[in-house]
């Protein structure tokens, strides 16, 4: 059976446009998200029908064993990481709250907005950077994380001093 609606953006907000123009009063709708998702998404819909219910079937939690998270932290504070790539809204946010715990939040945020190639593998993900004022310089244009390891490369190639190359923040295709 093929699905009735594909969302070209892949983002919540663009399936429940769509399902805005579906559903009846006396619809229930069942939605799942996505741990860490904001489900206010879903609030327009609310009022459309008689009642929304949504599954999280995936968790987002810090790990027991913060270690390798605390390096990858210090590592942006101190200059020594060039890209930072992310699938993940919730593990972009969980970077924020390690830096939170360790001091460090302002010295990433300062790396993440000058020094630092951002990489998103798509607007979800992006938004998380974008809540706490952070660029994102690299998004392919299909959310995928091939797609991502690519764009990755494409910036990597047309970096500033390279010839013909192309400004950083391009984003890749």
């Known amino acids: 059976m093929d699905p009735v609606f594909v969302s070209a953006k892949e983002t919540m907000d ?47 939690v810090l790990p027991n064993d913060l270690a390798a998270a605390q390096q990858v932290v210090q590592a942006i504070a101190d200059g020594g990481v060039d890209v930072l790539a992310q699938t993940s809204a919730p593990s972009a946010r969980n970077l924020f709250t390690v830096a939170d715990a360790m001091g460090l939040r302002e010295q990433v945020l300062g790396a993440l907005r000058a020094d630092v190639c951002v990489a ?41 001093g390279d010839p013909g190359a192309a400004p950083a923040g391009t984003r890749g295709g």
């Open 14 to 60: 663009d399936v429940c446009s769509w399902l805005a123009g579906q559903v009846r009063a006396d619809d229930v709708l069942g939605a799942q998200v996505h741990g860490g998702e904001v489900i206010a998404t879903l609030d327009a819909l609310r009022s459309r029908v008689s009642e929304v219910m949504t599954v999280s079937p995936y968790r987002w």
């Open 120 to 160: 998103s593998v798509g607007p979800v993900t992006a938004r998380a950077f974008e809540e706490v004022a952070v660029a994102v310089d690299v998004m392919p244009q299909r959310p995928r994380t091939a797609d991502l390891l690519r764009s990755i490369v494409h910036w990597a190639t047309a970096r500033p």
